[in-house]
């Protein structure tokens, strides 16, 4: 069972990147997919979530207007479009995945971690 994530990088506070997660050794449409992240210093927190099909969503308040949470079930992937970057949104990234029917319940359900992929904001 693995997650794999990719799209990590710098970019200046305003601008976009575009993480994915990828999963293999399970079938990840079973599973709610979503991300979360862990500042230096600071408690990981959760971010966002997509349900198995792909038509319910979840954000932090954090995020919501920002970001998108997206997944392609044919491809194993999901999708994390962060737009409107700020410097606070430095943090390692992680994929989640959950069985849970409800994405919300992802920050309660974790049972498959990816390694993490860093995200940093300059101002």
């Known amino acids: 069972v693995q997650l794999v994530e990719f799209g990590g990088g710098s970019v200046q506070a305003g601008g976009s990147l575009t993480l994915s997660c990828t999963a293999s050794?399970?079938?990840?449409?079973?599973?709610?997919i979503g991300w979360f992240r862990q500042a230096p210093g600071k408690e990981r927190d959760f971010v966002a979530a997509?349900?198995?099909?792909?038509?319910?969503?979840d954000y932090a308040d954090s995020v919501k207007g920002r970001f998108t949470i997206s997944r392609d079930n044919a491809k194993n992937t999901v999708y994390l479009q962060m737009n409107s970057l700020k410097p606070e949104d430095t943090a390692s990234y992680y994929c989640?995945?959950?069985?849970?029917?409800?994405?919300?319940?992802?920050?309660?359900?974790?049972?498959?971690w990816g390694q993490g992929t860093q995200v940093t904001v300059s101002s």
């Open positions: 989640v995945a959950g069985n849970t029917v409800i994405p919300s319940r992802l920050r309660y359900v974790q049972d498959y």
């Open positions: 997509i349900s198995r099909g792909g038509g319910t969503s």
């Open positions: 050794g399970f079938t990840s449409g079973d599973y709610a």
